[in-house]
């Protein structure tokens, strides 16, 4: 079944064929190990995930030198909401692609491969491909 919420993809799209599937948390606040307190685990969240064309970071026009993008220079393909527990599938294509969300206005994605793509997953054909995406920007270590 495909759910269409003013015409944007939710968490419940059929999941034929092959894509993306998983959570997206959120970390906030205090996160540095602690033997009193144990680690406390990042809420899912509500939010809308942008599937572009593996991106560098030569492709983006980084805001300083953190892990949030003011322009994307690749195409996005898609884009998919998750829903209030953070969770979302999309059916995508074989293929490699990067993963961002926004925080604000500005896109955001805090990881790498050896290679400067940002964010990276790849699509296997006939498989879902789990991603998990933490968003730390109001965490501190």
């Known amino acids: 079944m495909i759910g269409c919420i003013s015409g ?3 968490a419940q799209e059929g999941r034929n064929g092959q894509g993306i599937q998983g959570f997206v948390r959120e ?3 205090n996160q ?4 009193d307190v144990p680690p406390s685990e990042p809420a899912g969240i509500k939010t809308t995930v942008y599937v572009f064309e593996l991106t560098r970071l030569e492709q983006v026009e980084q ?3 953190s892990p ?3 322009k994307i220079k690749t195409r996005m393909i898609d884009k998919i909401e998750s829903d209030s527990s953070g969770q979302f599938a999309i059916s995508l294509a074989p293929g490699r ?7 604000n206005d500005l896109y ?12 990276p997953v790849t699509v296997e054909e ?4 789990e991603v998990n995406i933490l968003i730390s920007a109001r965490a501190t270590y």
């Open 68 to 70: 949030f993008y003011r």
């Open 8 to 10: 944007r993809k939710t």
């Open 126 to 129: 006939g498989k879902f491909t």
């Open 97 to 103: 692609y990067s993963l961002f969300t926004k925080v």
């Open 27 to 29: 970390a906030i606040g």
């Open 108 to 119: 955001y994605a805090n990881n790498f491969d050896g290679e400067n793509h940002i964010a």
């Open 32 to 35: 540095m190990p602690s033997p």
């Open 63 to 65: 805001e300083g030198n």
